[in-house]
């Protein structure tokens, strides 16, 4: 039975068919928002993907020749300096491979930029404005649309109805009545016109359902009011763990550097520990590189610098900087800046449960586990433009003669309110508070506001 036929049947009131007008309702209406949403993500994570996969974050590879001997790390932060004298050095990230530049961070006149420099020579190679590379701007318009905390409420309605828009899809294309699972699973190419681009929305769909529900609940993980709200307080690692182990005013976010996410999402909201005042032996970056490698941190790592008396020398590995492919290998150690002892330590098998979930999905989600992640992660990017495009398209094709109705599935007669999608309203509304409050808005403008004005309702239809 075709989608036109389950809705003529429900506007004729069997029963049976009667939820199933509902939800091709909620899923045209739920489209009609998270379709824009969608196709952005999918082309700025595209974006993403592509440096983080293949290049860097900070754009292409600068590539080096390699030689025998490598300059201490202190010599090539003074080369550095020495271009940004007024600069502060936050960071040091050791290069991936022996043919790779390192990278410095430098904080200068408002200013967040990364140096390359040949490890080799201490010659700066390249510098960037670290807040204007390519994937910063993706990474910002793929998280708040430039918009602040607006478009981060915005996108997260988005998410929350994306996955409504999953629930619905499935259960309208689902086989039953007849419909064989080769008819969902497989497109009907044979067909044309309005039919073929509904098969091969259908089966896309079906297919693309579960990971575009993974993908939708990682990213809702950064969110500001369900991530921020709910996901990280039950995610965060407790700093209790540490014992006898003093804790600074700050937390790991301070470590994150030109507004990117790179402190894996289990730790942002963990304190700092703080640096004691004994004084102890000579602690510089050329020390803290030296123990780096006796801990064994070894190719693409980081170590960012103290700030004030109190701060401390942060080494990590984690695939949330693209150091590591596994993320069950991060690893972050805290060096007191005084007296150079380890001081506080934290490895994948000490996050909680749910950041455990969420490093793998996170690592998954930007394409950090591998050339193999990224390259798929680039073709579910381009099969969720081809979802939302075969959708437009099958609207298009279906639109009313009169160009000004949206054309949207009719209600069907007599449908209890709670049939009327109460049910799926409850169940977002519980588990994402954000869209489950505007799908409630909407669930009230539409039975009760729109049933009584026959008109608008004509010209919605």
Same mark, same amino acid.
């Given at each position: 039975?075709?989608?036109?036929?389950?809705?003529?049947?429900?506007?004729?009131?069997?029963?049976?068919?009667?939820?199933?007008?509902?939800?091709?309702?909620?899923?045209?209406?739920?489209?009609?928002?998270?379709?824009?949403?969608?196709?952005?993500?999918?082309?700025?994570?595209?974006?993403?993907?592509?440096?983080?996969?293949?290049?860097?974050?900070?754009?292409?590879?600068?590539?080096?020749?390699?030689?025998?001997?490598?300059?201490?790390?202190?010599?090539?932060?003074?080369?550095?300096?020495?271009?940004?004298?007024?600069?502060?050095?936050?960071?040091?990230?050791?290069?991936?491979?022996?043919?790779?530049?390192?990278?410095?961070?430098?904080?200068?006149?408002?200013?967040?930029?990364?140096?390359?420099?040949?490890?080799?020579?201490?010659?700066?190679?390249?510098?960037?404005?670290?807040?204007?590379?390519?994937?910063?701007?993706?990474?910002?318009?793929?998280?708040?649309?430039?918009?602040?905390?607006?478009?981060?409420?915005?996108?997260?309605?988005?998410?929350?109805?994306?996955?409504?828009?999953?629930?619905?899809?499935?259960?309208?294309?689902?086989?039953?009545?007849?419909?064989?699972?080769?008819?969902?699973?497989?497109?009907?190419?044979?067909?044309?016109?309005?039919?073929?681009?509904?098969?091969?929305?259908? /089966?896309?769909?079906?297919?693309?359902?579960?990971?575009?529900?993974?993908?939708?609940?990682?990213?809702?993980?950064?969110?500001?009011?369900?991530?921020?709200?709910?996901?990280?307080?039950?995610?965060?690692?407790?700093?209790?763990?540490?014992?006898?182990?003093?804790?600074?005013?700050?937390?790991?976010?301070?470590?994150?550097?030109?507004?990117?996410?790179?402190?894996?999402?289990?730790?942002?909201?963990?304190?700092?520990?703080?640096?004691?005042?004994?004084?102890?032996?000579?602690?510089?970056?050329?020390?803290?590189?030296?123990?780096?490698?006796?801990?064994?941190?070894?190719?693409?790592?980081?170590?960012?610098?103290?700030?004030?008396?109190?701060?401390?020398?942060?080494?990590?590995?984690?695939?949330?900087?693209?150091?590591?492919?596994?993320?069950?290998?991060?690893?972050?150690?805290?060096?007191?800046?005084?007296?150079?002892?380890?001081?506080?330590?934290?490895?994948?098998?000490?996050?909680?449960?749910?950041?455990?979930?969420?490093?793998?999905?996170?690592?998954?989600?930007?394409?950090?586990?591998?050339?193999?992640?990224?390259?798929?992660?680039?073709?579910? /990017?381009?099969?969720?433009?081809?979802? /939302?495009?075969?959708?437009?398209?099958?609207?298009?094709?279906?639109?009313?003669?009169?160009?000004?109705?949206?054309?949207?599935?009719?209600?069907?007669?007599?449908?209890?309110?709670?049939?009327?999608?109460?049910?799926?309203?409850?169940?977002?509304?519980?588990?994402?508070?954000?869209?489950?409050?505007?799908?409630?808005?909407?669930?009230?403008?539409?039975?009760?506001?729109?049933?009584?004005?026959?008109?608008?309702?004509?010209?919605?239809?």
């Amino acid at each position: 039975m075709s989608t036109a036929q389950h809705a003529s049947t429900a506007d004729a009131g069997v029963g049976p068919s009667r939820f199933h007008a509902v939800a091709w309702r909620w899923h045209f209406y739920t489209g009609l928002y998270v379709v824009p949403f969608l196709l952005m993500l999918a082309l700025t994570g595209a974006v993403m993907v592509f440096y983080t996969g293949f290049q860097t974050r900070f754009g292409f590879t600068v590539h080096v020749t390699p030689q025998a001997a490598v300059q201490p790390v202190s010599a090539q932060a003074q080369a550095v300096l020495a271009l940004r004298s007024q600069g502060q050095l936050l960071e040091y990230i050791a290069p991936r491979a022996s043919d790779e530049a390192s990278w410095f961070v430098v904080k200068r006149d408002g200013l967040t930029e990364a140096v390359a420099v040949d490890p080799h020579t201490a010659q700066v190679l390249h510098l960037v404005d670290k807040e204007n590379t390519v994937f910063a701007w993706a990474e910002r318009i793929h998280g708040t649309l430039l918009m602040g905390d607006v478009g981060d409420r915005l996108i997260e309605v988005a998410a929350g109805f994306g996955i409504v828009m999953i629930a619905t899809g499935l259960y309208l294309w689902w086989p039953r009545g007849g419909t064989r699972w080769a008819q969902v699973l497989v497109p009907n190419l044979r067909q044309r016109g309005r039919l073929w681009w509904r098969s091969l929305h259908a /089966c896309a769909g079906f297919w693309l359902s579960a990971v575009l529900f993974v993908f939708l609940l990682t990213g809702l993980s950064w969110t500001g009011v369900w991530g921020a709200q709910f996901a990280q307080p039950w995610g965060t690692f407790p700093a209790t763990k540490w014992e006898a182990v003093p804790q600074s005013g700050a937390t790991h976010t301070s470590l994150n550097t030109a507004g990117q996410h790179e402190v894996p999402w289990g730790l942002e909201w963990t304190p700092l520990p703080a640096s004691g005042s004994a004084a102890g032996p000579s602690v510089n970056l050329d020390s803290v590189a030296a123990l780096a490698k006796q801990l064994g941190f070894t190719g693409q790592h980081h170590i960012q610098l103290p700030k004030g008396d109190t701060g401390v020398f942060t080494i990590s590995a984690d695939t949330m900087s693209g150091d590591l492919k596994d993320p069950t290998k991060d690893r972050t150690v805290h060096v007191d800046q005084h007296t150079g002892r380890v001081i506080a330590e934290v490895a994948f098998a000490d996050y909680p449960l749910l950041a455990q979930g969420m490093a793998v999905g996170i690592a998954l989600h930007q394409g950090d586990l591998g050339w193999w992640n990224a390259v798929l992660n680039l073709l579910f /990017c381009a099969a969720i433009v081809l979802l /939302c495009v075969s959708g437009v398209v099958m609207w298009w094709k279906r639109r009313p003669a009169r160009r000004w109705r949206i054309g949207a599935p009719p209600v069907p007669r007599d449908l209890p309110l709670w049939k009327g999608g109460a049910v799926v309203m409850c169940g977002v509304a519980l588990a994402f508070p954000l869209s489950g409050a505007v799908l409630l808005a909407v669930l009230l403008l539409d039975g009760l506001v729109l049933s009584r004005l026959p008109a608008l309702r004509q010209a919605l239809g």
